[in-house]
T-cell receptor
Framework: AQSVTQLGSHVSVSEGALVLLRCNYSSSVPPYLFWYVQYPNQGLQLLLKYTTGATLVKGINGFEAEFKKSETSFHLTKPSAHMSDAAEYFCAVSDRGAQKLVFGQGTRLTINP | NAGVTQTPKFQVLKTGQSMTLQCAQDMNHNSMYWYRQDPGMGLRLIYYSASEGTTDKGEVPNGYNVSRLNKREFSLRLESAAPSQTSVYFC??????????????FGPGTRLLVL
């Protein structure tokens, strides 16, 4: 069965620093890949997704992620962190033809002034 | 266009009580989902409905039942609540099942406390 691993349940960076949130999946066949963000006391909203084509995907709020098939990874990055980026981030994966998403455990991002 | 709405926002139950969580979407989506979110465990799928008239179990269905009332509405019922069901519940919808690359859109959540 598909599984998703997010390395680091908590990540803390300084304002203006690089943000790197790691996600690895288990399937050998490239799946569909998603990053969602959850702000406090809210539902999840899509940041970006990879379905096919270009492996570097750009999303909202300056985030991007790169699909690396050889590493079964889909890490999320942002060049310069902003205080408003403080939230919980979830990586999710869906096998092609499957009915559902499988979520990682989440990474809470804290931004230090 | 409200997207996905959930009621209630917050509920306190005593062990053994029953309740129904309501979810509705106005995006004409075919697929709907119920998740629970617990600290350190991400979101876990309880039940889903790939299309109107069908429902299927997810990862953690025990203690829950669902009804796809029509294309817009998908309810989750706890017949006899237990403290282990204390959680935040999210409803989501998508135009087609996730295996086609479709985005799921989430509601604001229902916080449930079972005493």
């Amino acid at each position: 069965a598909q599984s998703v691993t997010q390395l680091g349940s908590h990540v803390s960076v300084s304002e203006g620093a690089l943000v790197l949130l790691r996600c690895n999946y288990s399937s050998s066949v490239p799946p569909y890949l998603f990053w969602y963000v959850q702000y406090p006391n809210q539902g999840l909203q899509l940041l970006l997704k990879y379905t096919t084509g270009a492996t570097l995907v750009k999303g909202i709020n300056g985030f991007e992620a790169e699909f690396k098939k050889s590493e079964t990874s889909f890490h999320l990055t942002k060049p310069s962190a902003h205080m408003s980026d403080a939230a919980e981030y979830f990586c999710a994966v869906s096998d092609r033809g499957a009915q559902k998403l499988v979520f990682g455990q989440g990474t809470r991002l804290t931004i230090n002034p | 266009n409200a997207g996905v709405t959930q009621t209630p926002k917050f509920q306190v139950l005593k062990t053994g009580q029953s309740m129904t969580l309501q979810c509705a979407q106005d995006m004409n989506h075919n697929s709907m989902y119920w998740y629970r979110q617990d600290p350190g465990m991400g979101l876990r799928l309880i039940y889903y409905s790939a299309s109107e008239g069908t429902t299927d179990k997810g990862e953690v269905p025990n203690g829950y039942n669902v009804s796809r009332l029509n294309k817009r509405e998908f309810s989750l019922r706890l017949e006899s609540a237990a403290p282990s069901q204390t959680s935040v519940y999210f409803c989501a919808s998508s135009e087609a099942p996730s295996g086609s690359g479709e985005t799921q859109y989430f509601g604001p959540g229902t916080r449930l406390l079972v005493l």
